[in-house]
């Protein structure tokens, strides 16, 4: 999702205000870093780089997080989602309906495993997959001659999709439903953690993720035992009854052991991490009421706010990016086109009605700096400037 972690990106000319952090993981890792480095020390010790004991705790610990029965971790969110597809036997001729609003990964994955993404449009207020496109999709993917075998909602930007709906929809038609919770780990829904709403759930432990670790990393939640004794041995070259039996085709898909043991000790703190999100989220909706359009969370969910987005009038973002540019103040556009317009995926269906909610989203979204440090004075300057900027 993110390239520009912490560091000054698109940053600061006024050299009296100090720069902002667009995501500030150095501000965990000062708050963390003894544990951390007696975690990895740890490690280092024993030498157990591949499958040593951290990873398999880190798997338990996920599972009883988010209450799923089983966690397997692996190497990145996109493996996470791959290893999935290739359980459940995705491929040629297979249609899997994917939103058009997301990160190239949710369909990419579809792609590698030589089945088609239809895309489908999404919600305007949640960014999330639209039920009535989804349902639009399936159809298009029929009369495509494709066989509709899942659906990949994504949890955009730390919120839940509307998994009641499209669990139901998805029921009606015997399609396997995968959650793309790269951003949304911890988040819930009707005070269930993601990691449970769908027959799988990927998610990712990319740095700037809201559970972050310090290169990649990813996990699938399931409570399907078959599924995830699959996964098991799918991210492990498909081994079978040992290491050097060979019972299907697999790929090099593990979490390396520092990075469980990484993992564990931000596991520790997650929770608060987020409620803090909730707060500076919950801070910038106030600020900037009315002056631009704020996300919207409904009373059934929480989010993880991996992304704090909010919506302009089409033509007014370049100026205000600009704007804050010049204060010191970095900004993103996730993203700036959807996946069917793309040079990757323009080739691939799109639902019947098109995806005219992801197009006109891709104009309006600006995503200002949201992370677990950000300081009440800090993000008052922020807020100032969207405003100021706004008003000239
Ligand atoms: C929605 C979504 N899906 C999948 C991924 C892939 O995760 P990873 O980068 O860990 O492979 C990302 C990461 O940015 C994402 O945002």
């Given at each position: 999702?993110?390239?520009?972690l912490?560091?000054?990106?698109?940053?600061?000319?006024?050299?009296?205000?100090?720069?902002?952090p667009?995501?500030?993981?150095?501000?965990?890792?000062?708050?963390?870093?003894?544990?951390?480095?007696?975690?990895?020390?740890?490690v280092?010790?024993?030498c157990?780089?591949?499958?040593?004991?951290?990873?398999?705790?880190?798997?338990?610990?996920?599972?009883?997080?988010?209450?799923?029965?089983?966690?397997?971790?692996?190497?990145?969110?996109?493996?996470?989602?791959?290893?999935?597809l290739?359980?459940?036997?995705?491929?040629?001729?297979?249609?899997?309906?994917?939103?058009?609003?997301?990160?190239?990964?949710?369909?990419?994955?579809?792609?590698?495993?030589?089945?088609?993404?239809?895309?489908?449009?999404?919600?305007?207020?949640?960014?999330?997959?639209?039920?009535?496109?989804?349902?639009?999709?399936?159809?298009?993917?029929?009369?495509?001659?494709?066989?509709?075998?899942?659906?990949?909602?994504?949890?955009?930007?730390g919120?839940?999709?509307?998994?009641?709906?499209?669990?139901?929809?998805?029921?009606?038609?015997?399609?396997?439903?995968?959650?793309?919770?790269?951003?949304?780990?911890?988040?819930?829904?009707?005070?269930?953690?993601?990691?449970?709403?769908?027959?799988?759930?990927?998610?990712?432990?990319?740095?700037?993720?809201?559970?972050?670790?310090?290169?990649?990393?990813?996990?699938?939640?399931?409570?399907?035992?078959?599924?995830?004794?699959?996964?098991?041995?799918?991210?492990?070259?498909?081994?079978?009854?040992?290491?050097?039996d060979?019972?299907?085709?697999?790929?090099?898909?593990?979490?390396?052991?520092?990075?469980?043991?990484?993992?564990?000790?931000?596991?520790?703190?997650?929770?608060?991490?987020?409620?803090?999100?909730?707060?500076i989220?919950?801070?910038?909706?106030?600020?900037?009421?009315?002056?631009?359009?704020?996300?919207?969370?409904?009373?059934?969910?929480t989010?993880?706010?991996?992304?704090?987005?909010?919506?302009?009038?089409?033509?007014?973002?370049?100026?205000?990016?600009?704007?804050?540019?010049?204060?010191?103040?970095?900004?993103?556009?996730?993203?700036?086109?959807?996946?069917?317009?793309?040079?990757a995926?323009?080739?691939?269906?799109?639902?019947?009605?098109?995806?005219?909610?992801?197009?006109?989203?891709?104009?309006?979204?600006?995503?200002?700096?949201?992370?677990?440090?950000?300081?009440?004075?800090?993000?008052?300057?922020?807020?100032?400037?969207?405003?100021?900027?706004?008003?000239?």
């Amino acid at each position: 999702m993110v390239s520009n972690l912490n560091l000054g990106m698109n940053q600061h000319t006024r050299a009296s205000e100090a720069p902002i952090p667009f995501i500030d993981i150095a501000a965990q890792r000062r708050r963390l870093g003894p544990a951390i480095d007696a975690a990895v020390a740890r490690v280092l010790a024993h030498c157990q780089f591949i499958g040593g004991p951290e990873v398999r705790q880190l798997e338990t610990e996920l599972a009883a997080f988010c209450g799923a029965r089983h966690a397997i971790a692996c190497s990145s969110g996109t493996d996470a989602l791959l290893l999935v597809l290739m359980g459940w036997g995705i491929g040629p001729g297979d249609a899997v309906i994917c939103p058009a609003f997301t990160f190239c990964a949710t369909a990419e994955v579809v792609a590698l495993c030589g089945a088609t993404p239809v895309m489908a449009d999404v919600d305007a207020d949640t960014f999330n997959l639209d039920p009535a496109s989804f349902e639009r999709a399936v159809a298009t993917a029929k009369k495509l001659g494709l066989k509709p075998r899942a659906v990949i909602p994504v949890d955009l930007f730390g919120l839940p999709a509307d998994h009641d709906a499209i669990a139901s929809i998805a029921a009606g038609y015997r399609l396997k439903v995968l959650d793309d919770a790269a951003q949304a780990f911890g988040a819930t829904h009707k005070e269930r953690k993601l990691g449970t709403l769908a027959h799988a759930t990927a998610t990712s432990f990319f740095p700037a993720k809201p559970l972050g670790c310090y290169g990649d990393g990813g996990a699938v939640l399931t409570d399907d035992d078959e599924l995830a004794g699959l996964l098991q041995s799918l991210r492990v070259h498909g081994q079978g009854t040992d290491k050097y039996d060979a019972a299907r085709i697999g790929i090099t898909g593990r979490l390396d052991t520092i990075q469980a043991a990484i993992l564990l000790e931000k596991l520790k703190i997650f929770p608060d991490e987020i409620a803090a999100r909730n707060t500076i989220a919950q801070r910038y909706t106030v600020g900037l009421d009315r002056a631009v359009v704020t996300p919207r969370v409904g009373n059934t969910s929480t989010s993880v706010w991996a992304q704090y987005t909010i919506r302009l009038a089409p033509g007014r973002r370049d100026a205000l990016a600009a704007a804050l540019k010049a204060e010191g103040i970095p900004t993103a556009i996730y993203y700036a086109k959807p996946l069917h317009q793309q040079a990757a995926y323009r080739a691939f269906p799109v639902a019947e009605g098109g995806a005219p909610v992801s197009e006109r989203l891709a104009d309006e979204v600006i995503s200002l700096p949201m992370h677990a440090y950000l300081e009440s004075g800090v993000q008052d300057r922020i807020i100032a400037a969207v405003r100021g900027a706004l008003a000239r």
